[in-house]
């Protein structure tokens, strides 16, 4: 129960956040009709209104993330490792989570709930613990190694995960993702 309204309260701050940011976005945006003789054209960007600011930590993600397999089998009461590795362009701080590809996780749901729930008898580990914050630094790279462990309840299938580094920013945070396919026998 408690849960449920931990999960209810950071859904309603995530809302009112996006319903914030959307409002600094859009301030300021002239929407510019089309002639009936641009018809068939590609259609041209707009451009920004000339006091617009940007801000840069939401033009890009300055790191890039990749594991050393998109797919793995493992039988059931086997473990097998993977390399996730990591490469920055600028210092940063990441908090790595392995969970459900069709959810990542903001920092602040990682740190007040927990990291995503896996299917049942599935666990990731990051060395010894399930989640794991790392500090990258400028134009270089870390490797670093996921523990996936099928305990013997698990259910045979194919999971679709998400390995996933989180970048908390002044602004939100960013994150990429990659799939990694888990096939249990």
């Not at 003789?37 to 840069?56: C, D, H, K, V, Y």
């Amino acid at each position: 129960m408690k849960r449920i309204k931990v999960w209810t309260i950071v859904a309603f701050a995530a809302v009112i956040a996006s319903g914030i940011l959307m409002a600094f976005a859009t301030q300021g945006f002239n929407v510019v009709p089309i002639e009936p003789s641009q018809i068939g054209e590609p259609p041209q960007r707009p451009q920004p209104p000339e006091n617009a600011t940007l801000i840069p930590e939401l033009s890009s993600i300055p790191f890039d993330l990749s594991l050393n397999t998109s797919e793995i089998t493992v039988s059931k009461g086997e473990s097998v490792n993977i390399t996730v590795m990591i490469y920055s362009t600028e210092r940063v701080d990441l908090l790595l989570v392995v969970g459900p590809w069709d959810h990542v996780p903001s920092w602040g749901e990682v740190m007040l709930i927990g990291p995503p729930e896996l299917p049942p008898g599935i666990v990731a580990y990051f060395g010894q613990i399930e989640t794991t914050e790392i500090s990258v630094e400028a134009n270089s790279s870390i490797t670093m190694n996921l523990t996936l462990s099928v305990e013997n309840q698990a259910a045979s299938g194919t999971y679709t995960l998400g390995v996933s580094a989180i970048q908390q920013t002044s602004h939100g945070c960013v994150s990429a993702s990659v799939p990694l396919h888990l096939i249990i026998l």
